[in-house]
């Protein structure tokens, strides 16, 4: 548990994405099975753990100390976990300091009612990180800035095999994951992973830039839209039904309506979307509306009719049994056509193929495209088989233009790590009825370091205001600096007192030579706003 | 009889003693002052006389220079100063070089002002000395039971095996510049790390003074790049010290891929450590933790317990369960953040 409390802790507090790699690759090499199986289902969120409700931590932590001194510590601190591990008042002669498998398995195999006081006698024999690392755990609250895709990526480095791999294998492993570790220490065999229901590593686009558009052929290439929703594998076969997301985390549990439409023997891929319940079927929503969806482990009733999700599907991995992987997408694609002969199942449509000639055709469809909920096109070539990764070539995602404003720069925030001496993190606006500035974002790259270094000169100079790291920059219609921000759509948002959010804004340019006072207004940004289908 | 609170009381300048006419580490400029420690909301420039150790008067004229007061009275640990018929005497309070207790006595009654203190070892100062009193008038600023500092070798390995860890990488570790730094120093020293230490150019007067009061730091070297080429390998690997604020300064671009180390109390909550962005937190403070509050007046059973700056309603409370008499001065002027 030591050195799982130690993981924890270091990656809290390491902002890096390698230095986390570093950190998880080094527990794995120097923790012995199960306890290293273990940590990763719990960084992976995947552990079940019989779970010990903050009310009965407090019973704990009061009957150990005064109230009235908890309660001023937890004011202070306010983080349930933290405040009991840093004030527990240790029991003299506790036994040793349990590792972690002891403590999974055994508050899983004890009565619920046994769970709270398993739990105090471990925080008797464990110091305060390892107390803290122990209520994170049957709390589950451990939020550590790990992704699972993180996790595995971590798993790959440490095994020296490719990410894919990992993710396809994922779905049939089980905890601790013994096999897993024993295959990436070369001491085992590769587990299995073609148990039914299992992920297949998805195939990728790139990007397409002008000079990829120059030498292409538009008759080599199948184009589709390219819908503004999440990427997902569905999977239908030997009576297991799994919605997958594009790195293989099963996010199933919190689209039961769609898991419910699986009524076939196929693997798809497709875009999951949600659309309008009062609409034919499909009416798409804006993203935003999809997002209220997602990262849920389960969902309501009263969301599952407000917000039904389906799936339009562009390709078929497999069907009753049969890997299609291998074949061409054209004769992917007419099999896939085959499942929709009568029209749109339940919660699944099939993307249309474009029927788009030439160049000019498709960058006409691409700048004007006839749903909001399109960000552009992919291209596909007819004769590419469906091979994991991004292979050269074969896809082409062409989004649109993103959209572009003027903004004042408002507030800037120092940054991390290397970052830590600048002011990095912008939070910009534009300019209301009643001539104030509404911020309508935050973007902290898309400028060169030498870029940085004049904002970071900027804002020091021109600070108004200074709340710990952020400080206010002078901004006013005569003077302020000018920041042309990109981005690729608007959502509405009741949080932001502006009522809009910005989908992935960067700074495309430095406006040194604009007056604040020109930049641009929130009508502008209404305007730009997508209809809601359900609206 | 006189009542205690004849003797000292708080007022918006500081602690007065109304008998001997002085303030005690007073906020702005009095005619006489008595001050326990050199820590700049304690010790402050302008005062017409100040008596404090020997240490303490050095410390302050090499932050304001030789004309900080009119008049200076240097007073050696244990030995008695009389003011105006009050007895004032400085005994150590183990928080930096030259720190005292201000014992009080004026008829038949002892309080003790203890300024900021400590009980764990420090080898760079005389740790803090028990007496008996009438009052004794304690700092709070780490009074919640959450406030427990670690050993401190343990603190010093962390940074040691980080060092190891990252040879490619700077750590900047952030610490007052009078006190923290050169506690830091020596412990580093103390744990066999032997290699030259780069500081910050606003330490070097502070650090020089405490080797002029046999504190012995090691090899230093200002934290100053030699040429522009290639400078920034200079300090791979290297540990380079510095007040806090020096490393949200243009001053910590010229390290390379630095580890922000902060070292203070504060870094036992997680939270603090993550907003000021700090990579590896050094649980290291010069202030009691709560543990060493409660014993401190536990060892010294005062008949009431007069509580200044920080935190202190868990005090209180604490001595109202303890069955001590307890009371918060409300004195303002002091800086929480300063540990």
């Known amino acids: 548990m030591r050195a799982f409390a130690d993981l924890l802790e270091r990656l809290v507090l390491t902002p890096q994405r390698n230095g986390k790699i570093r950190l998880l690759t080094e527990y794995f090499a120097a923790t012995p099975d199960p306890d290293r199986g273990y940590a990763l289902a719990a960084i992976t969120r995947d552990l079940e753990i019989r779970s010990v409700k903050p009310a009965m931590l407090r019973a704990i932590i009061y009957d150990r100390m005064d109230e009235a001194l908890f309660d001023l510590s937890y004011d202070y601190v306010g983080d349930l976990a933290e405040t009991i591990s840093l004030a527990w008042p240790s029991k003299a002669g506790a036994n040793r300091a349990p590792e972690l498998g002891e403590i999974v398995e055994t508050l899983n195999a004890a009565s619920r009612a046994d769970g709270p006081k398993l739990v105090a006698g471990w925080l008797d024999a464990m110091d305060a990180s390892g107390r803290w690392a122990l209520l994170k755990l049957v709390t589950g609250g451990l939020r550590i800035g790990v992704s699972s895709r993180l996790a595995k990526t971590a798993l790959a480095a440490f095994g020296d095999k490719p990410v894919t791999e990992i993710e396809e294998l994922w779905h049939g492993l089980q905890i601790p994951y013994t096999d897993l570790f024993a295959w990436l220490e070369g001491k085992g065999e590769k587990p299995d992973a073609e148990k039914p229901g299992y992920f297949r590593p998805v195939m990728l686009a790139h990007p397409l830039e002008a000079r990829d558009l120059d030498a292409l052929d538009p008759d080599a290439f199948a184009a589709e839209w390219k819908w503004d929703g999440i990427r997902i594998q569905a999977v239908s076969e030997g009576g297991v039904r799994r919605l997958y997301s594009r790195t293989g985390d099963d996010i199933g549990a919190a689209f039961p309506d769609v898991v419910d439409a699986l009524d076939l023997d196929a693997v798809m891929d497709g875009e999951l979307l949600v659309y309008a319940p009062a609409k034919p079927p499909f009416a798409v929503r804006p993203f935003a509306e999809l997002q209220k969806r997602l990262n849920r482990k389960t969902v309501s009733k009263k969301l599952l009719q407000t917000h039904p999700a389906f799936i339009r599907v562009y390709d078929l991995l497999s069907v009753d049994g049969e890997d299609l992987r291998a074949q061409r997408f054209e004769d992917r694609r007419a099999r896939l056509e085959d499942l929709f002969t009568d029209g749109p199942r339940k919660r699944i449509d099939l993307s249309p193929v474009l029927n788009l000639q030439d160049k000019d055709a498709l960058a006409a469809a691409r700048a004007a495209p006839p749903d909001d909920a399109i960000e552009g096109l992919m291209l596909k070539r007819r004769a590419s088989p469906y091979v994991p990764g991004r292979p050269k070539g074969e896809w082409w995602k062409w989004k649109r233009d993103p959209f572009l404003i003027d903004a004042v720069l408002m507030y800037a925030q120092r940054g991390h790590g290397k970052r830590s001496s600048f002011y990095s993190d912008y939070t910009f606006g534009v300019w209301t009825e009643e001539e104030t500035l509404a911020p309508v974002g935050k973007a902290y790259f898309g400028f060169t370091d030498e870029e940085l270094k004049q904002l970071d000169k900027f804002v020091r100079e021109h600070t108004t205001d200074r709340f710990g790291p952020v400080r206010q920059v002078r901004a006013e219609p005569d003077f302020g600096l000018v920041l042309e921000v990109a981005f690729e759509g608007l959502n509405r948002s009741a949080r932001h007192k502006s009522g809009v959010a910005m989908r992935f804004p960067r700074i495309s340019r430095i406006r040194w030579d604009k007056p604040a006072g020109e930049a641009d207004r929130l009508e502008t940004l209404h305007a730009m706003l997508p209809g809601d289908a359900s609206a | ?339």
Request: aromatic fraction near 8%.
């Open chain 2, 1 to 339: 009889m006189t009542r205690l609170d004849e003797i000292l009381r708080p007022t918006p300048k500081g602690l007065y003693c109304p008998p001997g006419d002085f303030f005690i580490d007073p906020v702005r400029p009095v005619d006489r002052a008595v001050v326990t420690h050199g820590h700049a909301d304690h010790a402050r420039a302008g005062h017409g006389a100040v008596l404090a150790t020997e240490e303490t008067i050095a410390i302050m004229a090499a932050r304001y220079g030789e004309d900080f007061t009119t008049s200076r009275q240097p007073a050696a640990l244990g030995v008695s100063t009389a003011i105006n018929g009050v007895e004032v005497t400085l005994i150590p309070a183990g928080h930096v070089l030259g720190s005292a207790q201000a014992v009080v006595e004026y008829a038949g009654k002892r309080l003790i002002a203890s300024g900021d203190y400590k009980r764990r070892r420090d080898p760079t100062c005389v740790g803090f000395e028990v007496m008996s009193c009438d009052v004794f008038i304690t700092e709070a600023t780490f009074a919640l039971p959450v406030f427990r500092h670690p050993d401190d070798r343990g603190e010093i390995d962390k940074l040691l095996a980080s060092v190891r860890r990252f040879p490619e990488r700077a750590h900047l570790v952030g610490a007052y510049a009078l006190g923290k730094a050169q506690r830091i120093i020596r412990l580093l020293r103390e744990a066999g790390y032997d290699e030259t230490i780069y500081i910050h150019g606003a330490m070097q007067k502070l650090c020089d003074l405490y080797e002029a009061f046999g504190v012995a730091l090691g090899p230093l070297a200002p934290a100053t790049i030699a040429s522009k080429a290639g400078a920034k390998n200079d300090f791979a690997g290297k540990i380079v010290v510095g007040p806090p604020s020096a490393f949200a300064d243009k001053w910590a671009r010229r390290f390379p891929e630095p580890v922000a180390c902060f070292a203070s109390g504060w870094m036992r909550v997680r939270a603090r450590a993550r907003q000021r962005g700090v990579e590896l937190p050094l649980i290291l403070s010069d202030h009691a933790d709560w543990d060493e509050l409660t014993d401190t007046v536990r060892d010294i059973q005062p008949q009431e317990l007069w509580i200044t700056h920080g935190r202190e309603d868990a005090l209180t409370r604490w001595a109202e369960l303890e069955g001590v008499k307890a009371r918060p001065l409300s004195l303002v002027g002091y800086e929480d953040e300063h540990d």
